[in-house]
């Protein structure tokens, strides 16, 4: 694991100890930066379900103005931050010791122009995610949401309208406010 692109560019990355945390391999990280290609530079990144904090690290380190990680788990938190600051990136970033539910309740006033949602494959995390963040409106005006789920995983209809990838076992669903948010 480690960056591909940006200021901090061969960076590696240090993994979450245990099994409970799956990172996204750097293969999938480099195809979804591709899609995303300039829309990183000056972007406000939330990092749901941050794990070891690379999706929003990557962002960083591609331009992104700042990004809040989001994780309850201690050793994540720990990794985070450890890699936030080997990176040198720790300065535009704000890491939250917290659920995903709470977090997104307590800053439904905020806008952000990137949000990665990658929780547990193969549970209702992610639409749960998914209707919190559309509930709450935390998504700018042209802002766009990166899911990561496992092929099997099924979104809810209300948002299937959203741009699919595959890669192997991993889906990624790209979905934009300008379009399948505001149905």
Same mark, same amino acid.
């Given at each position: #694991?480690?960056? +591909? ?13 245990? #099994? ?9 990280? @480099?195809?979804? /930066? ?14 749901? /379900? *941050?794990?070891?904090?690379? #999706? ?7 331009? !992104?103005?700042?990004?809040? /990680?989001?994780? =309850?788990? $201690? %050793? %994540?938190?720990?990794v ?8 040198r990136? +720790?300065?535009?970033?704000?890491? =939250? *010791?917290? @659920?995903?539910?709470? /977090?997104? $309740?307590? =800053?439904?006033? *905020? ?9 547990? &494959? ?10 919190? !963040? @559309? $509930? ?8 766009i949401?990166v899911?990561?789920? !496992? ?6 209809? =209300?948002?299937?309208?959203?741009? @699919? &990838?595959? &890669? ?12 399948? #948010?505001?149905?």
């Amino acid at each position: #694991m480690r960056i +591909i692109s940006g200021s901090a560019r061969g960076k590696r990355l240090l993994p979450v100890p245990g #099994m409970k945390t799956r990172p996204t391999t750097d293969r999938v990280k @480099e195809n979804i /930066f591709n899609i995303l290609q300039d829309r990183t530079r000056g972007a406000r990144v939330l990092d749901l /379900f *941050a794990g070891t904090g690379q #999706m929003g690290i990557e962002a960083l380190s591609r331009g !992104a103005a700042s990004c809040d /990680f989001v994780d =309850h788990d $201690r %050793a %994540a938190l720990a990794v985070i931050r450890k890699n936030l600051d080997g990176a040198r990136l +720790i300065d535009r970033a704000r890491v =939250h *010791a917290v @659920e995903f539910s709470a /977090f997104l $309740r307590s =800053h439904q006033d *905020a806008k952000w122009d990137l949000i990665f949602l990658d929780p547990p &494959y193969g549970g209702k995390l992610l639409n749960e995610a998914l209707f919190a !963040a @559309e $509930r709450f409106d935390i998504l700018s005006e042209n802002g766009i949401m990166v899911c990561e789920s !496992a092929v099997p995983d099924v979104l809810d209809p =209300h948002f299937s309208g959203g741009r @699919e &990838y595959r &890669y192997g076992t991993i889906r990624i669903t790209v979905l934009e406010k300008t379009t399948e #948010m505001e149905s």
